[in-house]
């Protein structure tokens, strides 16, 4: 992808529980072109949008919209779209490719 935006990461987020103005800001945020720590993505995105769900926590204290988080960036990879750095217990690290 050129750059991302929040249509085009839809697609990849049909099933999950990220609204438009979250899929933004998950854009902009990738088009930086740095590696990006998903749950500081996750941690971000609660400090900044409202909801039950994406205030909630799952019982490891994780943010519950981490999980939406993580399975957007592994359908875009899936899709020839970034890459996934590190995948362990403690963060997903995932970087979009971005064309300049």
């Not at 800001?25 to 994406?54: C, H, P, W």
């Not at 779209?81 to 064309?99: A, S």
């Amino acid at each position: 992808m050129e750059f991302y935006t929040a249509d085009n990461l839809a697609p990849y987020a049909r099933t999950l529980k990220l609204s438009e103005g979250m899929l933004s800001y998950i854009a902009s945020r990738i088009n930086t072109g740095e590696a990006l720590s998903l749950m500081l993505i996750a941690k971000e995105i609660q400090e900044k949008f409202n909801g039950d769900y994406v205030k909630s926590r799952l019982p490891s204290g994780r943010p519950r919209i981490y999980t939406d988080v993580c399975l957007l960036c592994f359908s875009l990879k899936e899709a020839g779209h970034g890459r996934l750095l590190q995948i362990d217990l403690k963060d997903c690290i995932y970087i979009g490719d971005v064309d300049s």
